[in-house]
T-cell receptor
Framework: IAGITQAPTSQILAAGRRMTLRCTQD?????MYWYRQDLGLGLRLIHY???????GKGEVPDGYSVSRANTDDFPLTLASAVPSQTSVYFC????????????FGSGTRLTVV | EDQVTQSPEALRLQEGESSSLNCSYT??????LFWYRQDPGKGPEFLFT???AGEEKEKERLKATLTKKESFLHITAPKPEDSATYLC??????????????FGKGTKLSVIP
């Protein structure tokens, strides 16, 4: 089934540890995004990539890094996790043409303790 | 800075009781207004894209409309399975032929049998 796969689905992480959230899509979409969703704050953009080999910063990029080595994969790395990074993380992609809405993954629930 | 405000934050309806959700926005150069549905523990699911004032789109019991300053999601004769959080987002150009979405905080709809 075409779509976005995120892993892991949930994780409890000790503060200070490094963590990579994985995101893979099989739709050959050029644009990919990472959002975090927090109660009362909604979805906020962390980083994005308009095409393989390029990345950009969103609204809340501090403490996060991304890479886009190929079209399908867009991992998000927390270099040294802090409790404020406890959140639900969603990866999304968009196909060509303005009529295409974003396709979202099912999310990773991360708890930093 | 683009802003998207949704109201009400929560809405409880009896089954069959029609109502509307509101999304007001301030954005320079709107390139699309999007509606998503999000079920608990899942990623947002794309519903509609609207591009210009006066445009309307329908899907089952849902109809989305757009004016120059706001969008409405009308729900006609809702059923319990329509219970979800509904998210509104505006599109802004981010360069290289791509764009990013700014999301509102959502309206949590509960339809009571």
């Amino acid at each position: 089934i075409a779509g976005i796969t995120q892993a892991p689905t949930s994780q409890i992480l000790a503060a200070g540890r490094r963590m990579t959230l994985r995101c893979t899509q099989d739709m050959r979409h050029n644009a990919m995004y990472w959002y975090r969703q927090d109660l009362g704050l909604g979805l906020r953009l962390i980083h994005y990539s308009n095409t393989a080999g390029t990345t950009g910063k969103g609204e809340v990029p501090d403490g996060y890094s991304v890479s886009r080595a190929n079209t399908d994969d867009f991992p998000l790395t927390l270099a040294s996790a802090v409790p404020s990074q406890t959140s639900v993380y969603f990866c999304a992609s968009r196909g060509e043409g303005q009529g295409y809405g974003y396709t979202f993954g099912s999310g990773t629930r991360l708890t930093v303790v | 800075e683009d802003q998207v405000t949704q109201s009400p934050e929560a809405l409880r309806l009896q089954e069959g009781e029609s109502s509307s959700l509101n999304c007001s926005y301030t954005v320079s150069g709107l390139r699309g207004l999007f509606w998503y549905r999000q079920d608990p523990g899942k990623g947002p699911e794309f519903l509609f894209t609207l591009y210009s004032a006066g445009e309307e789109k329908e899907k089952e019991r849902l109809k989305a409309t757009l004016t120059k300053k706001e969008s409405f999601l009308h729900i006609t004769a809702p059923k319990p399975e329509d219970s979800a959080t509904y998210l509104c987002a505006t599109a802004a150009y981010s360069g290289a032929g791509s764009y990013q979405l700014t999301f509102g905080k959502g309206t949590k709809l509960s339809v009571i049998p």
